[in-house]
């Protein structure tokens, strides 16, 4: 077990970037003066964000993004456009934002990566399940270059009969076959930590876990049947799968699916159960299994992008939010802070090694997402950072 004594796990991240990105709540509130005043950590490795999650697209949205992951040594990000579908959670989906995003992609072509999703809105029409196909190809002929689905698909989205859309409802088979027909990998966001079932979480506002809800086992079960049926298809459990306080059965899983991959967005806080060494010993023996992503949010409100003093804190809440996932995984500091609204969380680095690190940070992403191994896009990985020296940088 971990040295760790203060603990306090936060309700589910989106809540908290919601709060962050429309400007109710910024550094000041989030992060404590002695974290403040700490240098900003940033990585000398090349680092791929797999997962980030944007709301409509605004030509300012990426430049400040940009300037974040500059400071702490990020180089590209993913940004997942979602359909929220009844929950009141700000997601990215729409067929203009698709459109918007695949716009901006041609503008920032070495940064950005644009992952589609599925849109619900027509889900309860007769022709949703042959248009799904259809929409995917369109998506792909724009650029997208994955799918990310939520954990809405078997919680929440119900079809015309009024019954809960089962992810491994066999009328969605042939859109999961065709992503991996065109090479496209699924992020998919299926449950959640175990223990949502199980604990009363006063702290998460809506209530997300409802008792008329299929149990954690069931959602799992369904998404595993998709795994299995699928084999030609790539799947990358967001947040470890829904298994990260469950370390050995996200490696059975692993095993029994060459298919499925995972990332770690939002679920460090998890890690704070575990000692480094465990994390250590995790992540070499799936070192191939496993991506770089973080849940923050790319700022696309107005009242954020227009206002210089709220920017500037968005960016400076930001950078640290990132710099702590990478100064978690890259070193051996302890009592590392998480920079959420009340977070007591504190962690003690895990020191990944350096070739486990580029293959998490760059190299799985590169071989699952299509396009990022080109010529241009190897040179672009191979010039060299401002900072080699894996130093911590002061905020600029
Ligand atoms: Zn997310």
Known sequence: MSDIT???FLGDSLLAAKATWLGTAFLPEFVNAEEQS??????????????????????????????VMSRTGIDKFVVLLFDTAGWEYPGGWSE????GWSKLLRKHPEQLIVFGTMGFDRVTEPAFFQDIVRKLDW????????????????????????????????RLDPYWAKCGELG???????????????????????????????????????????????????FIGAHFGSMSSDLPRLA????????????????????????????????????????????????YVDRVLNSPEKLAQWKDLRSRQYAWYLEYFETDHQGLAE????????????????????????????KLIPGLNTVEAVE?????????????????
């Open 6 to 8: 203060r603990r306090r």
């Open 38 to 67: 700490r240098p900003l950590y940033k990585s000398s490795y090349h680092v791929i964000d797999a997962h980030a999650h944007c709301g409509a697209p605004h030509e300012d949205s990426v430049p400040a993004q940009l300037d």
């Open 96 to 99: 203009a934002n698709v459109v």
């Open 139 to 170: 998506q792909a002929g724009l650029g997208v270059q994955g799918i990310k689905m939520w954990k809405n698909l078997g919680m929440h989205v119900r079809d015309a009969s009024g019954e809960l859309l089962k992810i491994d409802d066999p």
């Open 184 to 234: 496209l990998p699924v992020l998919i966001h299926s449950a959640d930590p175990r223990r949502y079932w199980t604990e009363a979480l006063k702290d998460r506002k809506p209530r997300i876990h409802q008792p008329w809800m299929p149990s954690w086992e069931e959602l799992i079960r369904q998404r595993d049947a998709i795994l299995k049926r699928h084999p030609d298809t790539t």
């Open 252 to 299: 059975e899983t692993l095993d029994a699916y060459p298919n499925f991959h995972v990332d770690c967005a939002s679920r460090l806080r998890f890690m704070a159960a575990l000692s480094p060494e465990t994390v250590r010993e995790f992540f070499a023996k799936y070192q191939d299994r496993i991506l770089f992503g973080t849940d923050t949010f790319v700022p």
């Open 339 to 366: 920079p959420l609204p009340g977070s007591k969380l504190v962690l003690s680095g895990a020191k990944l090694p350096p070739d486990v690190l580029e293959k998490f940070y760059h190299a799985n992403a590169e």
């Open 380 to 396: 672009s990985r191979n010039r060299p950072k401002a900072n080699r020296d894996h130093e911590r940088t002061a905020v600029a």
